[in-house]
């Protein structure tokens, strides 16, 4: 676990601090309000309602739910009645199909996920040992989700530096580069291109959970720019990163899974 990063607290959000997991292909937030108008992201998001009911607006309806399943790219606005907890996956993931596997089934946003309130209760308890891997376990419906160990070592690898080539990752598992991108495809559910964003988001964090700015974590990073980092950024999540470093906050950047564990077992610093 990273030290905490502190930001200035805007008018419009509470005093209390947030806190965000950053893992590979999942991302989670817990805390106030971001107060954020319409917005849409590139990852599907599953969001709690932890001190109560959560307003959901969508095109000119408005619903309210305990909790809400909103796929990508679904222009729409969450309110919380207090706190709230926002768990991002990487669309065709096995962990987004787990998810959904224990929403009530329908089209665009699903609401009444099987565990929604043990889920706000949990949301409590994520700083404590075993506390984030209890909550994404019950987030996914307990799925015991698989991977090949060659690409939990392959991501464990990028995670740590995401420039590596497929063909350099491919070997380094014993593996030819075709049958990798395969086998990669088919346990992340997604390109090696499109994982190698979130691995750039997880080293991003490892520096501001350090201390860096957001110029210096988007250079190590690997990002052209820090604009080209907080585009990037916005595009997946629906939020610029200076946004949500303008509450106080704290940032965990953490390994899922060990070589040959199953998905939802096991989460290294």
């Known amino acids: ?53 959560l307003r959901v607006a969508v095109g000119g309806s408005v619903e309210h739910h305990r909790s809400v399943f909103i796929p990508p790219r679904l222009t729409c606005q969450v309110t919380p009645t207090g706190r709230l907890a926002c768990y991002f996956l990487e669309p065709g993931s096995p962990q987004e199909r787990a998810c959904l596997a224990v929403l009530r089934p329908g089209e665009g946003i699903r609401a009444g996920h099987r565990h929604e309130r043990e889920l706000a209760e949990l949301a409590g308890s994520l700083t404590e040992p075993g506390g984030l891997q209890r909550w994404v376990e019950r987030a996914t419906g307990d799925a015991e989700v698989r991977r090949d160990e060659r690409i939990t070592a392959a991501v464990a690898m990028l995670s740590a530096e995401p420039d590596l080539s497929a063909a350099r990752l491919a070997a380094a598992v014993h593996l030819s580069p075709a049958h990798f991108l395969r086998l990669f495809k088919r346990d992340t559910g997604t390109t090696l291109r499109r994982f ?61 899974e060990a070589p040959g564990e199953p998905a939802s077992g096991g989460f290294a610093r």
Request: charged share 20%; net charge neutral.
């Open 1 to 53: 676990m990273r030290e905490p990063v502190t930001g200035a607290l805007p008018e419009t959000c509470s005093a209390e601090r947030g806190a965000v997991w950053l893992l590979p292909g999942e991302a989670l937030y817990r805390g106030p309000t971001l107060r954020l108008d319409e917005h849409t992201g590139a990852a599907s998001c599953l969001v709690i309602g932890i001190d109560g009911p």
């Open 196 to 256: 190698r964003l979130w691995a750039r988001m997880l080293v991003a964090g490892a520096h501001i959970a350090d201390g860096a700015d957001l110029t210096r974590a988007a250079a190590a990073a690997g990002f052209a720019s820090p604009s080209h980092f907080s585009s990037v950024f916005h595009a997946m999540f629906g939020l610029a990163p200076s946004r949500l470093l303008a509450v106080p906050l704290d940032v965990h950047v953490r390994q899922r």
